[in-house]
């Protein structure tokens, strides 16, 4: 913006200067001399056309960062003048045109942007003596080249977008702030990221820039009536993560591919997601409040969250409050998961592709590779509570630990187990589970209240041990009405020939009342 500034104050004392070449010269050298010196870098410009009696044009428009690298260039800048008022410093252009420019910009090893000192200016406060007030209806930008060197990434990286068209309208320059409507930008890296279509209305002041009425799309993103504001830091030495922002989202569609072009450790993602609610904070501090999300087929949720350093999903840390939700693990199964996992998609056991739509409402707290789910799914299976501790490992398996209750949870038909029905009951969990065969395994130590099978409901049972596929070593206490006994021992089906190794004490057994066959 301060370029603008520029550019437009040197057209304006061109332009009042028209009849005298000594003057021009003047002003024009005077103007360039008290930008360089205000910002600290040179600023030249290669010739000044007057032609008419409303039109100039400056040639060869060059700015130098602090390190003496082109930083913005312009092979022609066409000034349309409508009104000047020297004394007061004011200028009203109608169209200001660049042609041929390019912006080289970098990020050095330190994390320092070479455009840095140019928001600075714009945030300093107070209007100098010198400053002038300059209003502009509209500019654009013909055969625009940008390049970005990222010397501060590790990879040493470098984007250059050379398809690129910007139409500005009603800018304004007063004082410390900055204004104008964006009516078109379009732009191609000719890579993987494209802009197909962006406006908004831009507004500046002091540290904060603001992106009100937001449009954009993508091949694959639309943002639509959304704002964004971005507050600079207060000190220089302030790092680019204490940079805060504001989105606020309304009924827009975002590619998890495209956010993967801005966070690296994404890649490989690409799900569509339908998003509306508010993202604030900054990279060490994120939070979400009141979003909704659709995506897949069956999948919504309403929630908040909070994120600590989202630039190392390794050790960020998650705390999710799903207030309502809901999904399959079809759903599930479909979303693509970071390139880096080395995992592709998400996983589960066949059988539980037929537990249908389930809802969910609690919270998870932790890490990716260590968190713990509290909440209530709820499903045409019955009610699952949770209290879990859960760790993915890299070697495939998945270990929990912590608490699970169930209420009428059709055991049964979900595992597809013949004869058993619903079950009722409250346990302390701790195992694994196998992504690649798909095998539990785990030590209970709890209560099952009621379960049914062969159609009678058992009751009062408590279970201390393990549970590995088909295998069972530990104790189990029954206490039915009609069947009460103590098991201790191991039981194993897995192999050929299984093993047994126990020792019941039966206190009573009313084998006519547990529909164990059709004989008693």
């Known amino acids: 913006m301060i370029i603008l500034a520029f550019l437009l104050g040197l057209a304006g004392g061109a332009y009042w200067a028209l009849h005298n070449s000594n003057v021009q010269t003047y002003l024009v050298n005077k103007l360039a001399v008290q930008l360089s010196e205000r910002l600290n870098a040179t600023i030249k410009i290669g010739k000044v056309r007057v032609t008419f009696f409303n039109k100039v044009i400056l040639e060869d428009v060059l700015m130098e960062d602090q390190t003496t690298d082109t930083l913005f260039y312009a ?20 169209r200001l045109v660049f042609r041929e420019s390019q912006f080289k910009t970098e990020r050095d090893t330190t994390g320092e942007f070479n455009f840095s000192f140019i928001a600075e200016a714009l945030q300093s406060p107070g209007k100098q003596s010198a400053e002038w007030e300059i ?28 398809d690129i068209q910007i139409n500005i309208s009603d800018f304004s320059l007063l004082e410390d702030s900055v204004y104008f409507e964006i ?9 993987n990221f494209k802009i197909t279509e962006l406006q908004s209305v831009f507004t500046s002041k002091n540290k904060m820039i603001e992106l009100a009425e937001l449009n954009l799309e993508t091949d694959r993103s639309n943002i639509s009536e959304s704002k964004v ?5 207060s000190e ?20 998890l591919y495209d956010i993967s072009q801005l966070v690296p450790a994404l890649k490989g993602m690409n799900q569509l997601v339908e998003l509306s609610g508010e993202v604030y904070g900054n990279i060490d501090d994120l939070k979400g409040r009141n979003l909704i999300l659709n995506t897949g087929r069956n999948t919504s949720a309403v929630l908040d969250f909070y994120a600590n350093d989202i630039s190392d999903p390794e050790n960020m840390y998650l705390f999710v409050d799903l207030k309502r939700s809901q999904t399959s693990f079809q759903d599930l199964s479909r979303v693509k998961l970071p390139q880096n996992w080395g995992t592709g998609y998400l996983s589960f056991p066949e059988s539980l592709y ?7 409402k609690g919270n998870f707290t932790g890490f990716l590779t260590d968190f713990v789910a509290f909440g209530t799914l709820s499903s045409d299976m019955g009610i699952l509570t949770t209290d879990l501790s859960v760790r993915p490992e890299q070697a495939r398996q998945v270990n929990f630990r912590g608490e699970v209750a169930t209420e009428n949870f059709m055991l049964g038909e979900l595992f597809k187990i013949k004869n058993v029905g619903e079950i009722t009951f409250d346990s302390s969990v701790d195992g694994y589970f196998n992504r690649d065969d798909q095998s539990v395994a785990a030590a209970f130590d709890g209560e099952i209240t009621e379960v049914d099978f062969n159609q009678y409901n058992y ?34 089906l897995n192999p050929d020939v299984p093993v047994f190794d126990f020792r019941v004490e039966m206190q009573k057994a009313l084998p006519g009342r547990l529909n164990l066959s059709e004989n008693f």
């Open 354 to 360: 037929e537990a249908g739509i389930f809802s969910y």
């Open 135 to 162: 209003q502009c209806h509209d500019f654009d930008f013909f055969s625009p080249k940008s390049t970005f060197h990222d010397q501060f990434d590790q990879n040493n990286k470098k984007y250059v977008a050379h």
């Open 183 to 191: 009516d078109q930008l379009t732009l191609n890296d000719n890579q």
């Open 459 to 492: 009751q009062n049972i408590e279970i201390d041990g393990i549970l590995n596929n088909r295998m069972f070593d530990g104790l189990i206490a029954m206490n039915d009405p009609n069947l009460q006994f103590d098991f201790l021992g191991k039981i194993n």
């Open 229 to 233: 504001t971005i507050e600079f830091p």
């Open 236 to 255: 220089k030495k302030d790092s680019l993560q204490m940079l805060q922002f504001d989105f606020v989202l309304n009924n827009s569609k975002i590619s």
């Open 75 to 94: 092979q022609t800048v066409t000034a349309n003048i409508d009104s000047l008022k020297y004394r007061k410093r004011q200028v009203y252009l109608n």
